[in-house]
């Protein structure tokens, strides 16, 4: 990867630091764009990872788009109206949607300024941590342009659309202090303590097994445009998966045995063996595996796992 996205990794924990401190971290290009694009499939394919921490270097979050780009019509702001839809469409609207699908949890360290797509950008993680140096601003009118990223769709989901309209046509920017009282965040913490206190976090949401979280991330996004009832429906079926699942039965048989889950961090499933019975040929199964199956809630087992 380039150098505006530094990846590291504690663990089951990916930390992704936007490495561009002497522009405030600004979104700049089409690459810079690709690059979280690019890392979030690769986070979505990596089933070890179990949670993403999203920080800033330097003082700020990320400051959006390079206003000195703006004014010089260049980059992703260069071209006509139509070459310039298109920058949009295929570059930095690509993150909101490449986020948007990534089951992995994020968690966003908001270190510093949150302005314009850097606000967006805090938007699209799931939990939000913030510094008390840290400001926010949907600052696009200011400029005499629109939010071009989703903000018009994340920030109501967060702080509801009466505060999100002031902040929208107001563009002004709001404290941390604030940002708490919005619900936009939900910690405010000292400069210095920021980032370990989303790490804390992480790894909360780390020691449960991926799969499960992964695919509750995303019944709490679908649930947000769905009615009850296919929401149930979407529920029952990944709640079938679930129970599938190498990790489920981990989890089952530990918190009988009182000890600590090993995760295997793979979407496993017990393996395409011939269907035995428990009712009739349990003699066929040993004892741990038997009770295990019985305990997850269903009638029949498989011979062997994978």
Same mark, same amino acid.
Request: charged letters at 25%; glycine letters at 8%; proline letters at 4%.
């Given at each position: 990867?380039?150098?505006?996205? $530094?990846?590291?990794?504690?663990?089951?924990?990916?930390?992704?630091?936007? !490495?561009?401190?002497?522009?405030?971290?600004?979104?700049?290009?089409?690459?810079?764009?690709?690059?979280?694009?690019?890392?979030?499939?690769?986070?979505?394919?990596?089933?070890?990872?179990?949670?993403?921490?999203?920080?800033?270097?330097?003082?700020?979050?990320?400051?959006?788009?390079?206003?000195?780009?703006?004014?010089?019509?260049?980059?992703?702001?260069?071209? !006509?109206?139509?070459?310039?839809?298109?920058?949009?469409?295929?570059?930095?609207?690509?993150?909101?949607?490449?986020?948007?699908?990534?089951?992995?949890?994020?968690?966003?360290?908001?270190?510093?300024?949150?302005?314009?797509?850097?606000?967006?950008?805090?938007?699209?993680?799931?939990?939000?941590?913030?510094?008390?140096?840290?400001?926010?601003?949907?600052?696009?009118?200011?400029?005499?342009?629109?939010?071009?990223?989703?903000?018009?769709?994340?920030?109501?989901?967060?702080?509801?659309?009466?505060?999100?309209?002031?902040?929208?046509?107001?563009?002004?920017?709001?404290?941390?202090?604030?940002?708490?009282?919005?619900?936009?965040?939900?910690?405010?913490?000292?400069?210095?303590?920021?980032?370990?206190?989303?790490?804390?976090?992480?790894?909360?949401?780390?020691?449960?097994?991926?799969?499960?979280?992964?695919?509750?991330?995303?019944?709490?996004?679908?649930?947000?445009?769905?009615?009850?009832?296919?929401?149930?429906?979407?529920?029952?079926?990944?709640?079938?998966?679930?129970?599938?699942?190498?990790?489920?039965?981990?989890?089952?048989?530990?918190?009988?045995? $009182?000890?600590?889950?090993?995760?295997?961090?793979?979407?496993?499933?017990?393996?395409?063996?011939?269907?035995?019975?428990? !009712?009739?040929?349990?003699?066929?199964?040993?004892?741990?595996?038997? $009770?295990?199956?019985?305990?997850?809630?269903?009638?029949?087992?498989?011979?062997?796992?994978?």
């Amino acid at each position: 990867m380039s150098s505006f996205l $530094k990846v590291s990794r504690e663990g089951p924990v990916a930390i992704a630091t936007l !490495n561009r401190p002497e522009q405030r971290n600004a979104i700049s290009t089409r690459d810079d764009s690709r690059e979280i694009e690019e890392f979030c499939r690769e986070m979505t394919e990596d089933h070890t990872v179990r949670v993403i921490v999203m920080t800033g270097a330097g003082s700020a979050f990320c400051a959006g788009g390079n206003v000195k780009d703006m004014a010089a019509r260049h980059g992703m702001f260069a071209g !006509n109206p139509y070459e310039q839809r298109n920058y949009y469409r295929l570059g930095i609207q690509k993150i909101p949607l490449s986020l948007y699908e990534l089951e992995v949890p994020v968690v966003a360290a908001v270190n510093g300024p949150a302005i314009g797509a850097g606000l967006d950008l805090a938007c699209m993680c799931d939990v939000r941590i913030a510094s008390k140096t840290a400001a926010f601003a949907e600052s696009f009118v200011k400029l005499g342009i629109i939010p071009g990223d989703g903000g018009a769709w994340l920030l109501p989901r967060i702080v509801g659309m009466a505060r999100a309209s002031i902040m929208t046509l107001t563009g002004d920017a709001i404290n941390a202090a604030t940002a708490l009282e919005f619900g936009l965040v939900t910690e405010v913490v000292e400069p210095e303590t920021c980032l370990d206190r989303a790490l804390d976090i992480a790894d909360r949401i780390a020691a449960n097994p991926g799969h499960s979280t992964r695919l509750a991330k995303r019944l709490l996004r679908e649930g947000q445009d769905m009615k009850l009832g296919p929401l149930l429906e979407l529920s029952a079926a990944y709640q079938a998966l679930a129970h599938h699942t190498v990790d489920h039965i981990e989890a089952v048989d530990a918190f009988i045995a $009182k000890r600590r889950p090993v995760w295997a961090d793979e979407c496993r499933k017990l393996s395409l063996g011939p269907v035995i019975d428990l !009712n009739y040929d349990t003699r066929y199964i040993n004892l741990g595996k038997a $009770k295990a199956v019985a305990m997850a809630g269903l009638s029949y087992a498989r011979i062997g796992w994978v």
